[in-house]
């Protein structure tokens, strides 16, 4: 069943004429105070203080996920270190005095970051150290000292270092002939002070923990002992005929952001490589983790060696870096981790499966269908959907987005197999996809090995949108279907990642992701389509329409109301669109993971925004816009946040939602999410307060949880006598 195009996102003005047109903000409504805005960082820095609650959640978390929420936490931060706060002091480097949106300086902003860095540091340690660290010891699992290790296990260790850790160290002294080593980002290393009995002289050196070894070693009966440990009690086997006087562990955060002239897209591949090679040296430090017992001769020999502010450096209680933890949330112990869950394919994508896959073609003939991963199957829908194409005779060709995926991804295979199989198969990959960066450059050169045409993306864009496309030879001639997404084709992250997408053989959204293709491929001067907003031309004026459609609507009388989830909200002027909205008195929804530049129940400014944070065991990643119009909602789905780079500089895609039953699911969605019975953060105007029980104490409502028991109900009731 074909979809009307009449109330797609994209022709909302022809389909609803409307009977006042949106006119300019009276006085009162448009008066907007300077501090209006929430300073990008430090948002999300509240961000991952969020993450960091969930890691101390005994209610509601099982023990091993609160472990991996604490590992996630320190993950999140290494990054924003290595990206924003370089960013940062490179613009203090620079002597840039311009303010931030919120108006902070750089100077000022920086020393904001530091100071809320250090609380929540301190604040994780504690959670791992007087919480998460006891509370495994109780359930069997014991990350152990080397003092508690018993006879035999120190046995075990000097029998494991000999043969396994050893052979792989490679210990750097510092003298007059050798400088200081450089020290690589996120490596965890052992400073070490020597004494040279024959001469009396004191000497440093440096200890590289391998990172190609597990962080906890397995001692057997949920016993564990961090390599690091291990490392530091032979230090006499490295230094042999040295004294060793003392030891502490340190690991320095770099400036970790690729700096890439795009002259010409024909050599960005080599201007990338280059800038890839150029990493391993010369990035300044932004951040020096080391033990809280340091002594202050061995800190302040760090600091000067690597040139960074005291104020940079982060005392933290054993063990550092606690992203090692994730290795120990794999431990088979069901019962403190989450209840295995399982997607199913969606029902219109298996109504006509048997002993075989599903023949999708002849399904989305019949119908779209909007997915949610990962309650839906993506390897059943979205990857069968591009196999499915690869191995069918009467596909004449595939063209695929592809901006985050795995080195063994079935996708990556199954265009290999369609390019071998003579169709013609075209991948938009970006390599710039920042940490992804080496690896997308390895599976690129493999696609174009096998045949696959490979294009970089636009010179100065980066290639977000989240697009696939198959052009199939049927009896009634050529016909086109098409995935758009708000998440990367990557099977693994579809486990993990909460996303939507649309799969259609609609002709008119097809054409449309076809001209995005061509634009993308053949560099046309595409603007305008039919179904779909585009950045960096329309999403951001698009939307503003809306906007203020929506303020017209409810001018006149009629139904108005703004939902939209994202990731992230910072865009200055769609922020002031929305509070204008607020002003108007039309209700804004805001359901936002991440950072959030808006203020949300400020009086005279945002009264009518409410402001929602969701986060669990699913990452929310999905990006959905609706706005009521009326009564006659326009609902879009795709791979924009609300940020400058989203909006600017990147190829992003928006489709409308227009099928009824797609637009109740996106508006149940919406409504479970802001109901007062379901677990989540609410932004006030003192910050973000979590909300986990009742006024009665009663739990509330996970929404993650309460989905998949959804996606339980729809497998009971397709098993045969159900």
Known sequence: MDIPVTTGLADRAEADPLETQPGDLTDEEAWLPEDRFAER????????????????????????????????????????????????????????????????????????????????????????????????????????????????????????????????????????????????????????????????????????????????ITLGNGRFVALEDVIAHHLDQLFSGMQVLAHHVFRVTRNEDLEVEEDDAENLLFALEKELLRLKVGRPPVRLEVEDDIDEQTLDLLLDELDIDEREAFRVSNPLDLTGLFSLVSIDREDLSYPAFLPITHTHLAEVETAQPADLFTSLRKRDVLLQHPYDSFATSVQRFIEQAAADPQVLAIKQTLYRTSGDSPIIDALIEAAQAGKQVLAVVEIKARFDEKANIAWARKLEQYGV???????????????SLVVRDEAEGLRRYAHIGTGNYNPKTAR???????????????????????????????????????????????????????????????????????????????????????????????????????????????????????????????????????????????????????????????????????????????????????????????????????????????????????????????????
């Open 453 to 467: 045409h490979v294009i970089y993306g636009m010179v100065g864009l980066k290639t977000h949108c989240k697009l």
């Open 41 to 216: 960082e430090l948002s999300w820095l509240s961000f991952n203080e969020r993450v960091l609650a969930l890691a101390k959640d005994a209610g509601r978390i099982p023990l091993l996920e609160r472990a991996k929420f604490l590992a996630i936490f320190s993950s999140n931060l290494d990054e924003f270190f290595m990206v924003r706060v370089a960013g940062l002091k490179r613009r203090i480097a620079a002597g840039v005095a311009t303010p931030s949106a919120s108006g902070l300086l750089p100077r000022d902003l920086h020393e904001a970051i530091l100071r809320r860095t250090r609380e929540l540091v301190e604040e994780q340690s504690r959670v791992f150290s007087d919480d998460v660290r006891p509370a495994l010891a109780a359930e069997g699992i014991h990350i152990l000292p080397w003092a508690q290790l018993t006879g035999t296990e120190k046995d075990q260790m000097r029998t494991l270092f000999a043969e396994r850790i050893f052979p792989v160290l490679t210990p750097l002294a510092v003298d007059p002939s050798h400088p200081f080593p450089y020290i690589s980002g996120l490596s965890l290393n052992l400073a070490v002070f020597l004494r040279n009995p024959q001469t009396g002289l004191r000497q440093f050196a440096r200890v590289k923990v391998p990172n190609v070894l597990s962080r906890f």
């Open 496 to 722: 993990m990642y909460e996303d939507m997408g649309l799969l259609t053989s609609n002709p008119v959204i097809t054409d449309d992701v076809a001209r995005v293709f061509n634009h993308l491929s053949g560099g046309t001067a595409e603007t305008r389509y039919r179904r779909l907003l585009v950045a960096p031309h329309s999403i951001r004026q698009g939307l503003l329409d809306l906007i203020e459609a929506e303020i017209a609507h409810h001018r006149a009388g009629r139904e108005a109301r703004i939902r939209i989830k994202v990731n992230s909200i910072v865009d200055e002027t769609i922020t002031d669109a929305l509070y204008a909205a607020s002003q108007a008195g039309v209700p804004v929804d805001l359901w936002v993971r991440g950072i959030c530049g808006v203020r949300a129940g400020v009086p005279g400014l945002s009264e009518n925004i409410r402001v929602r944070s969701i986060l669990g065991r699913f990452l929310e990643h999905s990006r959905l816009f609706w706005f009521n119009n009326g009564g006659r909602p326009v609902v879009g789905l795709g791979s924009s946040d609300l940020m400058h780079r989203n909006l600017d500089r990147r190829v992003e895609v928006l489709v409308g939602i227009t099928n009824p039953g797609h637009v109740a699911q996106i508006g149940e969605l919406f409504d479970l999410a802001f109901d007062d019975g379901t677990v989540g953060w609410w932004l006030t105007a003192d910050g973000w307060v979590e909300h986990t029980r009742g006024p009665d104490g009663s739990p509330l409502r996970d929404l993650q949880e309460h989905l998949i028991h959804v996606t339980a109900g729809r497998r009971r009731a397709k098993e045969p006598g159900k």
